[in-house]
């Protein structure tokens, strides 16, 4: 009677709950929980320290990382299961589960995430990640883009050397002035700055063909409207570029950078996208910064019909 009374009262905890439903479907590490849950380490680490106690999940060792799974018993199950409808972020955990997943299966990210950490520990004569970026540029079709957030507009600079028409839009008068100023010393005449917010772009409907935020969406007090922002300014056909910070809790980040947001999980970023109307949404951690606090970049990708 008390195991049963213990695993009852362990399951009623809303974190502990959301655990076993994940781990009922799938084997899963604790970075992949951390992922699912939007939690800290310590705190899913605690929590499946107690389901382990209690026998109600397991671990298998791989190497140097632990993947839990359930062994609560089917009528406790049954029950939770029943229970779930209680916690709204229980539908959220499903998608999310199939995006950690789909992410352990892309083999291919994993390599290529693992040469991009070399590529900069190693030197080779002539290569480089500008060298990369100039001719990946050179591959780009004559288009009309919106650098929402643009800051000084460095990458407007270098997206300006082969686009139609490059408008950067920032909310810093300061930034603007300089940024055109800047173009106007290096003779690039595509390039036009513009004052104004990610949030209400001065920009007229319909008429960009690609809409590129770097860094800016955890700046916006409202990053949905910032992506119905770069939906409406698009022509059908045209697509929303995002790379920003990947979720963290580097809660210092607020103060040392000003950021209103503590960056976007991929399931984030996809439901963002996807509210607004784009479809073919695809994201990605492109880059793990490795000092501390190892921020990660993540990217995400989508078309307007």
């Known amino acids: 009677m008390a195991s049963i009374l213990n695993s009852l009262r362990l399951a009623a905890d809303p974190g502990r709950l959301r655990i076993l439903l994940l781990l009922e479907h799938e084997e899963l590490s604790v970075a992949e929980l951390q992922d699912i849950l939007n939690k800290g380490q310590s705190q899913i680490s605690t929590h499946l320290a107690q389901l382990k106690q209690a026998g109600l999940v397991d671990d298998r060792r791989t190497g140097k990382n632990a993947f839990y799974r359930s062994k609560a018993p089917a009528d406790l199950m049954d029950l939770l299961r029943r229970a779930a409808h209680e916690i709204p972020e229980a539908e959220q955990d499903h998608e999310a589960l199939h995006l950690a997943l789909r992410k352990r299966r892309d083999t291919m990210r994993r390599y290529f995430d693992e040469l991009a950490g070399k ?67 290096h003779g690039i005449a595509n390039l036009e700055y513009r004052l104004g917010d990610i949030e209400d772009v001065p920009i007229r409907s319909g008429t960009v063909d690609l809409a590129y935020l770097s860094q800016a969406l955890h700046h916006a007090v409202h990053p949905d409207k910032a992506i119905q922002e770069a ?46 109307g784009f479809r073919h949404v695809e994201t990605s951690i492109v880059y793990k910064d490795p000092e501390p606090p190892h921020f990660e970049t993540v990217l995400a990708t989508g078309e307007k019909p």
Request: no cysteine; glycine share 8%.
């Open 119 to 185: 590529f900069g520990r190693h030197y080779v004569p002539g290569r480089s990640w500008q060298a990369v970026a100039e001719a990946l540029l050179k591959l780009m079709p004559p288009m009309v883009i919106a650098d929402l957030g643009a800051g000084e507009g460095t990458i407007s600079q270098l997206m300006a050397q082969r686009a139609r028409r490059v408008i950067a839009i920032d909310n810093s008068e300061k930034m603007v002035e300089f940024g055109a100023e800047l173009a106007k010393r």
């Open 231 to 276: 939906w409406r300014i698009l022509k059908p056909g045209g697509r929303v570029l995002v790379l920003d910070l990947n979720r963290h809790f580097f809660e210092e980040a607020r103060e040392l950078y000003a950021d209103l947001w503590l960056g976007f999980s991929e399931l984030d970023l996809e439901k963002h996208l996807a509210a607004a």
